[in-house]
């Protein structure tokens, strides 16, 4: 791709533009509140889509980022022409709206409604990556911990995990257990780390006062895993602190797969951050010659249903996203469930005289449990066998609007090897109990799981890396056609057979239909949230009722069984 040279005096103006604009609205080093910031979930005045450009002693805004690394139709351009701004791929994204999403600041709300007594603790603690520029910030200022009042009036709140935070994260301590649970280090040195050699500072040192460095950990998964592995403190009655729940592990799921390996070496980045190799013009000045390979900032996961629910209610909620940016981003996550997620397969029948067996097999092609983070998470398996006429024979895991699964309600099952019953469901997921061993769909009321038959990695086993915080638990840790292939551990995929009557006469034909579903928000966790009554709470259940809690489909089969004596065909 030829680049046009910017004349001198544009790239002065681009400058002055950026400089003052940020010199404008900070304050003695830290940023002053300015008219229509973001404050509440529920504000709507003056809202705005624009991204926010601000400079404080330790951060800058996203729209002073994207000033230079935005798309002008020839820089930010693959050799298709599509365009790959940075700001643009983050901002309808579950990491840009980390803080304004509804459902985690209503969780956050009857968790401290649940144990007032320990408000500043809970909120700090899940602020700390929730709203990490706000709570780094206010740290450095000595005014932490910080509330959620507090971050509700800060547009650094705003910002969710925005672009200076994740390039000034120092790699310190990332290769090491002190770094979970948010303990990333962000120093005042003004460092801004990037996959690149060779960097060009100049620019970003005039423009934000940034200096630009190479950070070879910018591409470790060491670097999400600050975030991403999450322990949450187990305490009783008395207020004793009894020891940690493993709240979300992925990193740790990782690290117990092939591929962690040095020999299949894949990471975080690779999955939810795709690489091109087409050399990219990454800024508009200076300059500077194309890079390749280039990190599209897609950070797609799977959870539609949370994105769908923010496009519905930008301005309600001050996302400052559009309408577009969330389709993009929809559409890239359904991508992503449905290519890159698993597979599934009809793998062998049996005919009786009055019974059909049919054994599917389902592999997680993650690099971590599926679903996997936060235990509101669940998949499970709908199984449809039809006669040639189109009737039903069997159903299991059909559900209704309120995306409850029929046979399970708000219950949960037990691990299954074999389902003979329409109201047995395989469903992957992980239980939470309390110290009394009784269901919570409270964090911090966890103690154990019931239930972990969430389908591990490729090479997960018993014997690996951080297993104890992983565990297969219940039923699933004994059934021989999980995470098992031939008796070797570490498959990351489970056999299902499902045996249904024929009443005696059986059909020439049978259709098997076969769904891989995932829901993002189990209707339980939403439901949960209107006791104790919170403002959060409350919201949410309003935005939560507007709209069905339809699974996303992740894997379809569908195969054909045609009668032959003693044995069935499968097309």
């Not at 979930?41 to 690394?69: V, Y």
């Not at 010659?289 to 930008?314: A, C, Q, Y």
């Not at 409850?404 to 992957?428: K, N, S, T």
Request: with cysteine; net charge negative; glycine share 8%.
């Amino acid at each position: 791709m030829k680049r046009t040279a910017r004349h001198p005096e544009t790239h002065a103006r681009l400058l002055a533009a950026t400089c003052g604009f940020a010199i404008a609205l900070a304050v003695g080093g830290t940023l002053a509140h300015t008219a229509g910031a973001f404050s509440a979930p529920r504000m709507s005045e003056a809202h705005s889509t624009d991204l926010p450009s601000f400079r404080t002693s330790l951060f800058a805004g996203s729209g002073d980022c994207a000033f230079c690394h935005t798309s002008d139709g020839e820089v930010l351009r693959d050799s298709q022409g599509n365009d790959l701004s940075m700001p643009e791929d983050w901002r309808a994204t579950m990491m840009a709206n980390s803080f304004r999403d509804p459902f985690f600041q209503a969780t956050l709300e009857r968790e401290v409604a649940l144990r007032p007594h320990r408000q500043g603790e809970i909120e700090d603690m899940c602020l700390r990556c929730h709203a990490p520029m706000a709570h780094t910030q206010a740290h450095y200022d000595g005014t932490g911990p910080l509330s959620l009042a507090h971050a509700r009036l800060s547009p650094l709140a705003a910002e969710g995990v925005s672009c200076t935070v994740c390039h000034q994260i120092q790699p310190d301590n990332l290769f090491s257990e002190e770094s979970w649970d948010g303990n990333y280090i962000i120093r005042d040195s003004a460092e801004i780390f990037g996959p690149y050699e060779g960097v060009y500072q100049w620019a970003m040192i005039s423009a934000l006062g940034y200096t630009p460095k190479f950070g070879a950990h910018m591409l470790t998964s060491e670097h999400c895993a600050t975030c991403h592995t999450l322990f949450t403190p187990i305490v009783d009655e008395a207020g004793k602190t009894l020891g940690r729940f493993p709240e979300q592990t992925p990193y740790l799921e990782w690290r117990n797969s092939i591929y962690a390996d040095a020999t299949n070496a894949v990471s975080c980045q690779d999955c939810h951050m795709p690489v091109i190799d087409d050399p990219v013009y990454i800024s508009h000045d200076p300059p500077v010659t194309e890079r390749s390979p280039f990190w599209k900032h897609h950070f797609v996961g799977g959870n539609t249903f949370m994105l769908s629910l923010m496009r519905d209610n930008i301005e309600r909620l001050g996302v400052t996203a559009e309408e577009r940016h969330f389709d993009m981003t929809i559409e890239r996550t359904r991508r992503q469930l449905r290519e890159d997620t698993a597979t599934l397969a009809v793998v062998a029948t049996e005919l009786e005289p009055d019974h059909a067996t049919v054994v599917v097999r389902v592999e997680n092609l993650t690099g971590h449990k599926l679903p996997t983070g936060y235990p509101a998470r669940r998949a499970w398996l709908r199984f449809v066998a039809r006669d040639g006429d189109g009737n039903a024979l069997f159903e299991s895991g059909a559900w209704d609007n309120s995306g409850d699964i029929h046979g399970v309600g708000e219950d949960w099952q037990p691990h299954r090897d074999l389902i003979a019953d329409p109201a047995h469901v395989q469903v992957y997921e992980g239980i939470m109990a309390d110290l009394q061993g009784r269901r919570t769909t409270s964090l911090l009321s966890a103690a154990s799981y019931l239930k972990d038959n969430r389908l591990p990695p490729r090479g997960f086993r018993a014997d690996g890396p951080y297993y104890a915080d992983t565990a297969i638990i219940g039923d699933a840790a004994t059934d021989a056609n999980f995470n098992r292939e031939a008796g070797v551990e570490g498959s990351g995929s489970d056999r299902v057979a499902y045996r249904f009557p024929l009443s005696g006469h059986p059909p020439e034909t049978i259709r098997i239909e076969v769904e891989l579903l995932y829901q993002s928000i189990i209707p339980l966790f939403a439901r949960n949230l209107a006791e104790p009554e919170t403002p959060g709470g409350l919201d949410f259940l309003e935005l939560y009722a507007q709209r069905h809690n339809q699974p996303e489909w992740v894997a379809r089969v569908e195969r054909l069984l045609v009668a032959r004596p003693s044995a069935w065909t499968i097309y």
